[in-house]
């Protein structure tokens, strides 16, 4: 091999050498990219984590408060249950959802206490950590009106077809729902009273609504010390 042959030789060889080191370096960045992503991503699922749990247990004193505020909230609905001829009536109550990948912060729905008529299976074990989007209309009306009354399931068929099926699938006929507030009065939740389809109750709508705003204003008052 010649002179020049070689010299060729280790140019295109230098050539293929600093290739090879760009596409190292791109490696190498790209991963580290990844690494930093991946340390992102975990950190914000920490930090929900952390968010949907205060970390606080509570001391027997504060056990027997809550056991007490319980058993208030429950004789409330079960009282309601009596008085209205309804099927059920529970307490709905939001709490910390926490955030989204863009650290948007979001509450969530459960139902904290429920009581019901003879003939009728309680569903609060069924709607815990649920989205307010999933019963969007009833949510929606009680943060610009204060209550949700519903006489008639139709009533929304159109409106909010999620809430009507999910509903209609219970056989529920019609809901009134009012806020409960907290010291500063934010919504920090519902009571509502709901007729299943073979409930032969009249229903008035107006007297229902002044009654549970009655209740709803009870509730409140009862988990404000809960506040405290």
């Known amino acids: 091999m010649d002179g020049i042959s070689l010299a060729q ?15 190292l370096w791109i490696v190498i960045k790209n991963n580290k990219r990844q690494e930093e992503i991946n340390e992102k991503i975990f950190n914000e699922l920490l930090d929900q984590m952390k968010a949907c749990s205060s ?11 809550a056991i ?8 409330y609905l079960q009282t309601a249950v009596t008085d209205l001829g309804a099927s059920r009536a529970f307490l709905a109550r939001y709490h910390n959802g926490g955030k989204d990948m863009n650290s948007i912060s979001f509450l969530k729905v459960s139902i904290t206490n429920e009581a019901v008529n003879h003939g009728y299976n309680m569903v609060m074990s069924e709607f815990q950590n649920q989205f307010r989007a999933m019963v969007g209309y009833p949510v929606k009306q009680i943060d610009v009106t204060g209550h949700c009354l519903v006489q008639n399931l139709d009533e929304i068929k159109n409106v909010d077809i999620g809430t009507y099926e999910l509903l209609k699938a219970r056989k529920v006929r019609s809901f009134y729902c009012h806020k409960v507030t907290n ?3 934010y919504v920090v939740g519902a009571l509502c009273i709901l007729y299943n389809t073979d409930n032969k109750t009249q229903e008035n709508t107006e007297q229902i609504d002044q009654y549970i705003s009655h209740m709803a204003d009870k509730m409140s008052g009862v988990l404000k010390i809960e506040e405290k």
């Open 9 to 23: 030789s280790i140019a295109d060889l230098g050539i293929l050498v600093v290739i090879a080191g760009i596409f």
């Open 55 to 65: 970390g606080h247990v509570l001391t027997p004193e504060e056990d027997k408060i």
């Open 68 to 75: 007490k505020i319980d058993n208030t909230l429950n004789s």
């Open 183 to 185: 010291h500063d009065g």
